[in-house]
């Protein structure tokens, strides 16, 4: 059925390294991956998404890339400080019957000063 | 000026009442969701309403009743409340089905005891 596999689920890294956070999906017709980071106790928040024509996009630290062919989406996010540490979901859209979105499973980040 | 906004933040109730959580939205979108997200933070959705009328009902349990008066509003109404359904609800809008991120509330942690 329709699936988003996300890992790592739990990532530690020193402030100032890189974080990649990778995702798989089932549906060869989704077009559209939003990421959302949530802090803590607060709402899902869009910080990055890419569209199935683009191969990558980045907005200053973070980047998205995404691999049509094998169903890959990565997160990116270099110079890492300690106010990324939170829980990062990918999401892809599904287009069976009605459309909507299936969010992976979150990989909580760390950052540590 | 909150976007997305839904109350009550968090909800205390026994098993067996009926409990309902009001959600509103004045980004102009069309398109409204429930979400639900358990203990281990997954992120499942639970209906989603277009224009007022429901597009998605994802197996949820008939106790779970949504109701979209207009399209800036989806409220969701729970009967005969169970412990397992203990989570954040979250509820989210979108502009459109296709290709639009979601914006999400604030979330209500509901707890059944």
């Known amino acids: 059925g329709e699936n988003v596999e996300q890992h790592p689920s739990t990532l530690s890294v020193q402030e100032g390294d890189s974080a990649v956070i990778k995702c798989t999906y089932s549906?060869?017709?989704?077009?559209?991956f939003p990421w959302y980071k949530q802090e803590l106790g607060k709402r899902p928040q869009l910080i990055i998404d890419i569209r199935s024509n683009v191969g990558e996009k980045k907005d200053q630290r973070i980047a998205v890339t995404l691999n049509k062919t094998a169903k890959h989406f990565s997160l990116h996010i270099t110079e890492t400080q300690p106010e990324d540490s939170a829980v990062y979901f990918c999401a892809a859209s599904i287009t069976s019957g009605t459309y909507k979105y299936i969010f992976g499973t979150g990989t909580r980040l760390k950052v540590l000063a | 000026d909150t976007a997305v906004s839904q109350t009550p933040k968090y909800l205390v109730t026994q098993m067996g009442n009926d409990k309902s959580i009001k959600c509103e939205q004045n980004l102009g979108h069309d398109t409204m969701y429930w979400y639900k997200q358990d203990s281990k933070k997954f992120l499942k959705i639970m209906f989603s309403?277009?224009?007022?009328?429901?597009?998605i009902n994802e197996t949820v349990p008939n106790r779970f009743s949504p109701k979209s008066p207009d399209k800036a509003h989806l409220n969701l109404h729970i009967n005969s409340l169970e412990l397992g359904d203990s989570a954040v609800y979250f509820c989210a809008s979108s502009q459109g089905a296709k290709d639009s991120p979601l914006h999400f509330g604030n979330g209500t942690r509901l707890t059944v005891t």
């Open positions: 309403y277009n224009n007022k009328e429901l597009i």
């Open positions: 549906d060869s017709a989704s077009n559209y």
